[in-house]
């Protein structure tokens, strides 16, 4: 098939869509990394990113994806042998349970339904039976991007403090922060991770750790081997960040794109990402007739204002459907990852997105389902713009 013609409607969960005033403000030629404007940039994007993390903490930043800061939070917090408790809620806690493995660190996990999402009274009931506080934090995906169920830290903050436990609370706010509300400091959060190309609406290549004073306290003990991830090392730095060369383009996109967020309000924003999500869940549930496609997460409480992951009806591969959709009309969704590969796809719904893009994206899935005969719901578009009406 030749390549559709007219622009790609990008779907996707991240990569996001990145402003074109963003692709503007980093399009610049290179630039001294220690140069006094440039520290004063960097430390103006460090203060405002707190005010979207809702944080007084540190923020560190690194040049690496969303992987890097799970490494940075766990080499900077651990001692070999640490014992963590992952709460179970898809391919993003297993990879960082993987990788946490690797550092010599040992993790418990908190079975979940996938499809649901952990339960904060497991939660309590595991760290009650660890008396004698083995366990040194848990660790959380506020938003399971790769299942479109969110967990709600505060009951799982809630869950540690009723079980008098001095773990740490670790949350992966990747594909959260900048388009759900997520209030590290409110809710008792020690650390944070999060990277460039999801709510931020930048190229991938950015990534981020916000501690607050517990964490920094357990840095201070920590004894795995680290070097470019290392905190105490970029506290010496004039940017409170990076060991190596600073990305100096990617702060440029930063002050774009915190400008973008705290022009439009960061509760804006939310309530954006709210009407975009409930869009996109109503054409699902108009689809899901006729036992067509279903939303992955079954509790309407949990279900993910950021992405939504489809469940296929059995027999009927998601990828044909994702390869059909970028053959025939140009619209880029995301795949199923890890078990759910071939079984779910994802209409990513956060950062640079307005009403126009959806409805034409949900257009694209509704004749992609109707192209290849799988079973389904008329009147996806029609319901999703009733929920936006
Ligand atoms: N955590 C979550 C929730 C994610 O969605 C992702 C990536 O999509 C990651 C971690 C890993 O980040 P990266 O792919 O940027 O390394």
Same mark, same amino acid.
């Given at each position: %098939?030749?390549?559709?013609?007219?622009?790609?409607?990008? *779907?996707?969960?991240?990569?996001?869509?990145?402003?074109?005033?963003?692709?503007?403000?980093?399009?610049?030629?290179?630039?001294?990394?220690?140069? !006094?404007?440039?520290?004063?940039?960097?430390?103006?994007? &460090?203060?405002?990113?707190?005010?979207?993390?809702? &944080?007084?903490?540190?923020?560190?930043?690194?040049?690496?994806?969303?992987?890097?800061?799970?490494?940075?939070?766990?080499?900077?917090?651990?001692?070999?042998?640490?014992?963590?408790?992952?709460?179970?809620?898809?391919?993003?806690?297993?990879?960082? &349970?993987?990788?946490?493995?690797?550092?010599?660190?040992?993790?418990?996990?908190?079975?979940?339904?996938?499809?649901?999402?952990?339960?904060?009274?497991?939660?309590?009931?595991?760290?009650?039976?660890?008396?004698?506080?083995?366990?040194?934090?848990?660790?959380?995906?506020?938003?399971?991007?790769?299942?479109?169920?969110?967990?709600?830290?505060?009951?799982?903050?809630?869950?540690?403090?009723?079980?008098?436990?001095?773990?740490?609370?670790?949350?992966?706010?990747?594909?959260?922060?900048?388009?759900?509300?997520?209030?590290?400091?409110?809710?008792?959060?020690?650390?944070?991770?999060?990277?460039?190309?999801?709510?931020?609406?930048?190229?991938?290549?950015?990534?981020?750790?916000?501690?607050?004073?517990? +964490?920094? !306290?357990?840095?201070?003990?920590?004894?795995?081997?680290?070097?470019?991830?290392?905190?105490?090392?970029? %506290?010496?730095?004039?940017?409170?960040?990076?060991?190596?060369?600073?990305?100096?383009? %990617?702060?440029?996109?930063?002050?774009?794109?915190?400008?973008?967020? !705290?022009?439009?309000?960061?509760?804006?924003?939310? $309530?954006?990402?709210?009407?975009?999500?409930?869009?996109?869940? *109503?054409?699902?549930?108009?689809?899901?007739?006729?036992?067509?496609?279903?939303?992955?997460?079954?509790?309407?409480?949990?279900?993910?204002?950021?992405? &939504?992951?489809?469940?296929?009806?059995?027999?009927?591969?998601?990828?044909?459907?994702?390869?059909?959709?970028?053959?025939?009309?140009?619209?880029?969704? +995301?795949?199923?990852?890890?078990?759910?590969?071939?079984?779910?796809?994802?209409?990513?719904?956060?950062?640079?997105?307005?009403?126009?893009?959806?409805?034409?994206?949900?257009?694209?899935? !509704?004749?992609?389902?109707?192209?290849?005969?799988?079973?389904?719901?008329? +009147?996806?578009?029609?319901? $999703?713009?009733?929920?936006?009406?």
């Amino acid at each position: %098939m030749p390549k559709p013609r007219g622009r790609q409607f990008f *779907a996707n969960p991240g990569p996001t869509n990145i402003p074109d005033s963003i692709l503007r403000a980093i399009d610049r030629p290179a630039q001294d990394f220690m140069e !006094e404007a440039f520290i004063a940039l960097v430390r103006d994007c &460090t203060a405002r990113l707190k005010r979207v993390l809702g &944080t007084s903490g540190e923020v560190f930043m690194m040049a690496s994806s969303g992987h890097g800061a799970w490494e940075a939070s766990l080499v900077n917090l651990f001692s070999p042998g640490d014992r963590l408790l992952m709460l179970e809620s898809g391919y993003f806690s297993e990879s960082w &349970t993987e990788m946490a493995r690797k550092f010599g660190l040992e993790v418990q996990t908190v079975a979940a339904d996938r499809r649901r999402g952990v339960d904060p009274a497991a939660v309590e009931a595991a760290l009650r039976a660890d008396a004698a506080h083995a366990l040194k934090a848990v660790c959380l995906v506020h938003n399971e991007t790769s299942t479109g169920v969110t967990v709600p830290p505060a009951a799982i903050r809630a869950a540690i403090d009723a079980a008098r436990h001095p773990a740490l609370l670790l949350a992966d706010t990747i594909s959260s922060l900048g388009s759900i509300p997520f209030r590290m400091d409110e809710w008792g959060i020690d650390l944070a991770v999060g990277g460039s190309q999801k709510g931020l609406m930048l190229p991938t290549g950015m990534a981020f750790t916000a501690v607050g004073a517990k +964490g920094m !306290e357990a840095h201070r003990r920590a004894r795995l081997p680290r070097h470019y991830m290392d905190w105490s090392v970029m %506290m010496t730095r004039p940017h409170r960040s990076f060991v190596g060369t600073v990305p100096t383009q %990617m702060f440029h996109g930063l002050a774009e794109a915190l400008r973008l967020i !705290e022009e439009e309000g960061l509760e804006a924003v939310f $309530a954006r990402h709210a009407r975009l999500g409930g869009a996109v869940r *109503a054409a699902v549930r108009a689809w899901s007739g006729n036992d067509g496609p279903q939303i992955y997460c079954v509790d309407p409480q949990r279900q993910s204002n950021s992405v &939504t992951a489809i469940l296929m009806p059995d027999g009927h591969d998601a990828e044909a459907l994702r390869r059909h959709a970028a053959g025939r009309y140009n619209v880029s969704l +995301g795949g199923g990852l890890g078990a759910l590969g071939g079984r779910v796809f994802r209409i990513g719904h956060l950062g640079d997105l307005n009403e126009p893009m959806v409805l034409g994206t949900l257009g694209a899935v !509704e004749m992609s389902l109707r192209d290849l005969g799988i079973p389904h719901g008329r +009147g996806g578009v029609q319901a $999703a713009m009733d929920a936006l009406a």
